[in-house]
C-alpha cells in the first residue's frame, strides 16, 4: 500500500478523535468535582458515569435554564450551546459506571423501599433493576446521601424541574424516603 | 458445498471460476439462492402479504397477520387442533430469547412459517415459526432524547405485500424488507422532543399504514395518521382532539354516574383560557379497527393532558376517552361517542376496538363495536353513529368512582388509574357471543395539583396516582356476553393482568400473568385447563399459528414496566407432540 494513503487514513483518524478530545478536555473541569474516576468528591454529588444521555443533557439544560436551581451548575453552562451539552452527556453517559462500594440493604429496609416503589409505581419510568434510559436517569448505586437529598428536594419542591416527582413524594414519609434511598444505593 | 453458508459457498465459487471459467456464473447463481433461503421465506414465494390475505385474516388457520388477528380485532383463531380435549399436553415447541431483557408486550405476527416479534427499544427479529431460529434482526437507532409514558415499550409490526412495519420510541414509522430486515424507507410521524412516541403496531390496510400516538402524558395534541405504505408518504392526518373541544358540558359519564363537575366554574375558564385543543393529549395507543364493507375504522382516543387537573382544560375535551369512526380514505370523521368526559383520573380509553355483530335496542343484530374501559366496563356502541347500546356489569369493584382528586395525599378510589382494563386487547368467540377482558384490580390514592405545562420532554400529570401499598391487588379474567352485558364467567388471578388474551376454535382462551403463568381456560365456562411457568411475567397477547400442519401458540414472556412484572426475553411457542 503506498505511503500516502497511511497517511490519508491517518489523518481521517485523527479528525473525529479531536472532537472528542475538546469534549474530554471539557470533561476535566467536571471530573473536579464528579470525580476523574467516576467516584464524586462529595457524597451529595452524584455519580454522572455511565448516567443516561438523555437525562444528562436535559438537566444542564435545565440548569442552564434555571429550571434546576444549582449556583455551582448555573455558571458552568451559562454560555454552554445544545450540541456541547449533548456532547457532554454522551461523553459521560459512554464512561463506565463507577465502584462506589455499595453496601445491600437490610431486608427489612428493603421490604419497605419496595413497598413505597411499588406504591410509587417507580418502574414505570426507571425500569428494570431501576436503571432508567434515556431522559430517567439510573438511580441504582448511586449514592446515598445523594439520593436522599435528591428525594428530599423532590418533595419539598426545592428541586422543581420535574413538578410529577414532587406530587409524589408528597404521599411518603422521611422513613419511606430514608429506606429508597438506602435500598437503591445498595443495589 | 454448505447451501446454508453463502460465504462457503462463495469460495467454492471463486476456486471453480479459477479452475473452469465458464462455471462461474453458474456457480454464483446458486450461492445467491443459497444466501437467499438463509434469510427468506421458507416457503418459497409466499412471502407477501396481499390485501386478499388480510381481508380474510380471521378464517386463516395457518396465519397471523394482525396484531389482533384480522380487521375485527376479534383475536379468534380459527383452529381447534389445540383444543379442550388435549391442551392438558401442550408443551413449549421453543424458546427464542431476544437480546432485550425488558417490558415485553408484542403480538407475535406470522407469515408463511415465518414469524415477526418485536421487543421494548424497538428491536424486530424474524423466526423461523418452527423452530425459533433466527433469520434476521433488526435494532432502531434510537437517539438520545425518546420521551414516553410506561415504558419502553413496543407492541409489534404490520405486514403488508413484502415489507414490515415498525413505529418506534423516537416517534418514527419504519418499512423494513421482510426477507432481509433492511430499511426500504423511514418517515418522520411526530416531533419526539415534544412527548409524541410510539409503542403501538401499526394497521396495514389497502396501501395505507395507519399509526396513532402516545403522548397524553406529555401535553401533545394526538391523531391517527396514514401513510402511504410504498413510499412512507403522509396521505392524511385525523387529529384526535376536535378544535371546539369543549362538547355538551356532560355532567354524566356513558353509563349515568355523576362526574361531579363544576360547570359553572368550567365555563368561567373557558372564557379566560379559550379552547384547550392544543396541549389537550389524546394518544392512541391500540389499532383501530377496520369496517371493509363502510369504509370506516374504529378507534378509541386517550386520556386528556394534564391527567389529573382538570383546571387548565374547560370542557368535554373531545375526543379524549372516546370511541371514534373516521372515513378509511380520507381521515374524515364520522361519528363520537365520549364514555367519560373531563376526565380527571385517567379512566381512558386505551384497548383495542373489536367489531362484532351484536343485539341491538330492540333485539335485531346490528354491526357493534365493543371497547372494554378501564372503567371495568365493557360498552357495545353501534357501528353506524357511535351511539352506546349497552355497558355490561362492572368487571372489578368501582368504589367511590368519579370523586374528585384532592390534594396529596389524595382521594381514594376504585378503579385505580390503570383499570379496569389497561391497553391490553379482549378476545372474542364469535360462536359464544362473549368477549373476554383482562383486568386490574389495583386501589389507589388520586392527587391534583395545579402546574403549568412543563414542555414537552417532562411528564405533565397535574397530580399523582399512588397505589395504595396496604390494600390488596388481584386481577380476573372475565368473559361478558356483548348481547347481554352480562359477566358469563370470571376468574381471579393473584395480580393485577396486563397484557392480552387470545380466543380459539378449540374452544379455549389463552392469557398469562404477572407472576409468570401463562394459562389455558375453556372459552365457554372459564375451567382452568393448563398452564405453563414461563419464569418472567407474561403480560403480551398470545397469537396462533399452523406450519405444516401443526398448530401453535406463542407469546411473549418479558414482564412489564408499568405493573413492575418480573422481566425476561423470552418468545415461546407451544404446540401438540
Known amino acids: 500500500m503506498p505511503t500516502w494513503i497511511l497517511v490519508v487514513f491517518a489523518a481521517l483518524a485523527v479528525i473525529p478523535s479531536a472532537r472528542a478530545d475538546g469534549i474530554a478536555e471539557k470533561a476535566t473541569l467536571c471530573a473536579s468535582c464528579h470525580g476523574e474516576n467516576g467516584v464524586p468528591v462529595d457524597p451529595k454529588i452524584p455519580v454522572i458515569w455511565g448516567q443516561n444521555a438523555g437525562y444528562l443533557y436535559v438537566e444542564l439544560r435545565d440548569f ?44 427489612a429496609t428493603a421490604e419497605r423501599a419496595q413497598a413505597v416503589a411499588n406504591s410509587a409505581q417507580c418502574s414505570q419510568c426507571h425500569l428494570a433493576g431501576f436503571l432508567g434510559a434515556s431522559l430517567v436517569p439510573r438511580v441504582s448505586d448511586q449514592g446515598f446521601d445523594y439520593l436522599l437529598a435528591t428525594l428530599e428536594a423532590f418533595r419539598s419542591g426545592a428541586r422543581a424541574n420535574n413538578v410529577w416527582m414532587t406530587d409524589l413524594m408528597k404521599a411518603y414519609s422521611d422513613e419511606d424516603m430514608k429506606a429508597l434511598a438506602t435500598y437503591l444505593a445498595g443495589l | 458445498m454448505s ?5 462457503i459457498s462463495g469460495g467454492v465459487a471463486l476456486s471453480a471460476l ?3 471459467g465458464t462455471t462461474f456464473v453458474t456457480t454464483l447463481g446458486v450461492s445467491a439462492r443459497a444466501d437467499e433461503v438463509n434469510r427468506a421465506t421458507l416457503y418459497g414465494d409466499m412471502t407477501s402479504v396481499s390485501q386478499d390475505m388480510l381481508n380474510h385474516a380471521g378464517q386463516d388457520a395457518n396465519n397471523f397477520l394482525m396484531t389482533h388477528g384480522d380487521y375485527t380485532q376479534k383475536r379468534y383463531f380459527p383452529n381447534r387442533q389445540i383444543n379442550t380435549m388435549n391442551v392438558r399436553h401442550l408443551h413449549p415447541a421453543w424458546i427464542f430469547q431476544t437480546e432485550v431483557k425488558e417490558t415485553q408486550e408484542t403480538a407475535p405476527i406470522v407469515v408463511d412459517g415465518v414469524m415477526y416479534v418485536t ?54 414509522l419504519v418499512a423494513l424488507d421482510a426477507k432481509t430486515g433492511k430499511v426500504a424507507w423511514q418517515s418522520d410521524i411526530a416531533d419526539p422532543e415534544l412527548g409524541y412516541s410510539e409503542t403501538m403496531a401499526p394497521t396495514a390496510v389497502d396501501g395505507k399504514i395507519l399509526i396513532g400516538t402516545n403522548g397524553g402524558e406529555y401535553g401533545i395534541r394526538g391523531f391517527v395518521k396514514a401513510f402511504d405504505a410504498k413510499t412512507g408518504k403522509l396521505i392524511w392526518t385525523f387529529s384526535t382532539i376536535a378544535d371546539n373541544s369543549t362538547g355538551v358540558w356532560a355532567t354524566k359519564d356513558a353509563t349515568g354516574q355523576d362526574l361531579h363537575r363544576d360547570i359553572a366554574a368550567e365555563k368561567a375558564a373557558l372564557a379566560k383560557l379559550g379552547d384547550p385543543a392544543k396541549k389537550l393529549g389524546g394518544g392512541v395507543w391500540q389499532n383501530p379497527s377496520v369496517d371493509l364493507a363502510n369504509r370506516r375504522i374504529y378507534f378509541v382516543v386517550g386520556n386528556p393532558s394534564p391527567d389529573l387537573d382538570g383546571a387548565p382544560r374547560p370542557g368535554d375535551n373531545l375526543y379524549t376517552d372516546s370511541l371514534v369512526s373516521v372515513d378509511l380514505d380520507t381521515g374524515k370523521y364520522v361519528c363520537h361517542f365520549q364514555y367519560v368526559p373531563h376526565d380527571v383520573w385517567d379512566l ?105 405545562y412543563p414542555g414537552g420532554d417532562k411528564l405533565w400529570l397535574g397530580g399523582a396516582f399512588t397505589v395504595i401499598a396496604e390494600e ?9 356476553d356483548y348481547n347481554s352485558g352480562k359477566i358469563r364467567w370470571q376468574v381471579k388471578t393473584p395480580q393485577p393482568m396486563i397484557g392480552g388474551i387470545l380466543a380459539t376454535a378449540g374452544g379455549l382462551v389463552f392469557t398469562g400473568e404477572s407472576n409468570g403463568f401463562f394459562k389455558a381456560y375453556d372459552s365457554q365456562t372459564g375451567a382452568e385447563l393448563w398452564r405453563f411457568q414461563a419464569g418472567a411475567g407474561v403480560n403480551a397477547p398470545p397469537s396462533g399459528y ?32
Open chain 1, 64 to 107: 442552564k435554564r434555571g429550571a434546576r436551581a444549582s449556583e455551582m451548575m448555573a455558571p458552568m453552562v451559562a454560555d454552554m450551546p445544545r450540541d456541547e451539552m449533548m456532547a457532554l452527556a454522551e461523553y459521560f453517559s459512554k464512561k463506565p459506571w463507577p465502584n462506589l462500594g455499595r453496601k445491600p440493604a437490610d431486608a
Open chain 2, 348 to 452: 381512558d380509553s386505551v384497548s383495542a376496538t373489536v367489531l362484532v355483530d351484536a343485539k341491538g335496542e330492540n333485539g335485531a343484530s346490528v354491526p357493534a363495536v365493543l371497547h372494554a374501559g378501564k372503567t371495568g366496563f365493557v360498552y357495545v356502541n353501534d357501528r353506524k353513529d357511535c351511539h352506546l347500546i349497552r355497558f355490561s356489569e362492572a368487571m372489578v369493584p368501582q368504589d367511590h368512582m368519579y370523586a374528585l382528586p384532592t390534594a396529596s395525599p389524595g382521594t381514594r378510589m376504585l378503579p385505580g388509574a390503570n383499570g379496569g382494563v389497561e391497553w391490553s386487547p379482549m378476545a372474542v368467540d364469535p360462536t359464544l357471543n362473549l368477549a373476554y377482558a383482562i383486568n386490574l384490580h389495583q386501589p389507589m390514592h388520586y392527587s391534583v395539583k395545579s402546574a403549568a
Open chain 2, 3 to 7: 447451501i446454508g453458508n453463502p460465504r
Open chain 2, 119 to 172: 421487543t421494548a427499544f424497538d428491536h424486530v427479529y424474524a423466526l423461523d415459526a418452527r423452530t425459533g431460529a433466527e433469520l434476521w434482526h433488526y435494532k432502531q437507532p434510537l437517539g438520545a432524547i425518546t420521551v414516553y409514558c410506561c415504558g419502553p415499550n413496543n407492541r409489534g409490526v404490520a405486514v403488508y405485500d413484502n415489507m414490515v412495519y415498525l413505529a418506534t420510541l423516537d416517534s418514527k
Open chain 2, 546 to 577: 399452523s406450519v405444516e400442519g401443526r398448530e401453535y401458540i406463542v407469546v411473549g414472556a418479558g414482564g412489564n414496566a408499568q405493573v413492575d412484572a418480573k422481566r425476561g426475553n423470552n418468545i415461546i411457542a407451544f404446540t401438540l407432540d
Open chain 2, 472 to 480: 390488596e391487588q388481584w386481577g380476573n379474567v372475565t368473559a361478558v
Open chain 2, 18 to 20: 479459477l479452475a473452469l
